[in-house]
């Protein structure tokens, strides 16, 4: 077993990293001024000045998967500007994005509009990609993923209750969603909404997903949600409600009934990204401890001295690692046996990565008294959106779930025909499998 990365691994990864630290990281400050200025809802120019110079560079769209990749397309001819980098080529550069917080939108690389993008990418009509993903790709609008419901447990999707209706050459939409990251930015455009179009039906075809013009009237922001009392601006968390909300047919994605296919598609390379840049936000709160406690001394000594912080940095860097070769076996097994094959992986690093990095910015924050609860050392937020993680994309009691269950069916006394099933990944998928978890703050993918 090689652990050394590829020279190609090295390369997109090794560019990603110089071009944050000579242009991102010098720019925080500036970001900082211009987020804080003004209305909150608003493009950041440092942003859009960093994403000339990242296309420039060809570091752009690197999660998009390789041309010759095969999948069920609706249209295979539609070109796309990106490298085409594999999952385990993408999670050593999200892990350098992940240091710095808008470092993923420099590089066209930020939630939810990559899972998008692979939606339109893989289920699109040559229309659809046309209107939508290429300004998407060209970094020109951002778009919205709308699952999520606030009178239902949507970590079961097939609760979702948002009607999607049949009239003539339109369907009406008719709901309420929240927790629509992205929503708030004014170049949020388009958004994936998903919802019933036949109740009826099985469980799992009876959702479906359509594209929504953001501008399209019935569509309401009701509210902006803040997490921990930060807003996430220019980003933003929305509750949306959908009254009568007309949209043309043909904005059907792949075919009524067809959601939790799409879901799927749309959560596999997905469903560890959030855990490839939880990796670089683990690595900069140990580098903040680090720093903190050789800067101090309580006690007659430096505090890194102390014995219980010799124990808990030690603690943080093999947590750190390990998780990284989990994130990377995970992103491996994804690009060589396909995702059902690492369904277990997937499940395990999306729990084990955000509560490995909220326990390491949890003793950075420690270390660090009271600046580290203020704004000023960037752990405190950190720390929210850590703890958000631990429901976006299905919550940890979801992945658990499936791990145990996996567990059961490998040394079951007899496992009869459903444990070797589940065991193979072909059988009877529920609404909590992890192949379908959306997730209560879904959609940040």
């Keep these: 077993m090689d652990f050394e990365p590829t020279e190609r691994q090295r390369y997109w990864r090794d560019r990603v990293r110089d071009f944050i630290d000579a242009n991102v990281r010098p720019a925080v400050a500036t970001y900082r001024e211009q987020d804080a200025a003004g209305e909150r809802w608003k493009v950041i120019p ?50 350098e994005m992940g240091r710095v917080g808008f470092a993923s939108e420099v590089f066209n690389c930020s939630a939810p509009d990559t899972g998008n993008m692979e939606v339109f990418h893989r289920y699109g009509t040559r229309e659809q990609k046309e209107r939508w993903l290429t300004p998407l790709m060209n970094g020109e609008i951002r778009s919205a993923f709308l699952m999520t419901e606030p009178f239902t447990a949507s970590s079961d999707a097939t609760n979702i209750e948002t009607r999607i209706e049949r009239d003539g050459d339109e369907y009406v939409l008719n709901g309420r969603k929240w927790w629509s990251s992205g929503y708030g930015d004014p170049r949020c455009k388009v958004a994936i909404v998903m919802g019933k179009t036949d109740p009826s039906a099985g469980r799992h075809a009876a959702q479906s997903m359509i594209l929504m013009a953001t501008d399209t009237p019935g569509v309401k922001v009701l509210r902006h949600l803040p997490v921990f009392g930060y807003d996430d601006a220019p980003h933003g968390h929305m509750e949306v409600e959908l009254e009568n909300v007309r949209v043309p047919a043909s904005n059907m994605l792949l075919g009524e009934g067809r959601g939790f296919e799409i879901a799927q598609g749309r959560l596999g390379p997905g469903r560890i990204h959030h855990c490839m840049r939880t990796i670089g936000v683990a690595e900069e709160a140990l580098a903040k401890m680090c720093r903190r406690l050789q800067e101090r001394e309580a006690f007659g000594k430096p505090i890194y001295k102390h014995s219980v912080w010799e124990e808990r940095v030690a603690r943080a860097r093999i947590d750190i690692d390990m998780t990284r070769l989990l ?20 499940a395990m690093i999306k729990v084990q990565a955000p509560n490995m990095a909220l326990r390491i910015i949890d003793d950075a924050i420690q270390a660090h008294g009271g600046g580290g609860v203020s704004d000023d050392y960037g752990l405190a937020n950190a720390y929210a959106h850590q703890r958000t993680l631990r429901l976006a994309d299905g919550p940890d009691e979801v992945h658990a779930r499936s791990i145990a269950r996996m567990e059961f069916a490998k040394h079951a006394p007899d496992p009869g025909p459903t444990a070797n099933a589940l065991r193979d990944g072909k059988g009877p998928a529920t609404a909590n499998d992890n192949r379908y978890s959306s997730g209560d703050v879904g959609a940040t993918r």
């Design 327 to 346: 994130c990377l076996k995970a992103a491996d097994m994804m690009d060589k046996v396909g995702n059902k094959a690492a369904k277990q992986e997937i």
């Design 46 to 95: 440092v942003v859009e000045e960093l994403k000339a110079k990242a296309r420039a560079a060809g570091i752009w769209n690197l999660f998009m998967p390789p041309r010759n990749e095969s999948h069920h397309h609706v249209d295979d001819s539609f070109e796309f500007d990106g490298p085409g980098l594999t999952n385990l080529e993408y999670a050593l550069c999200a892990e």
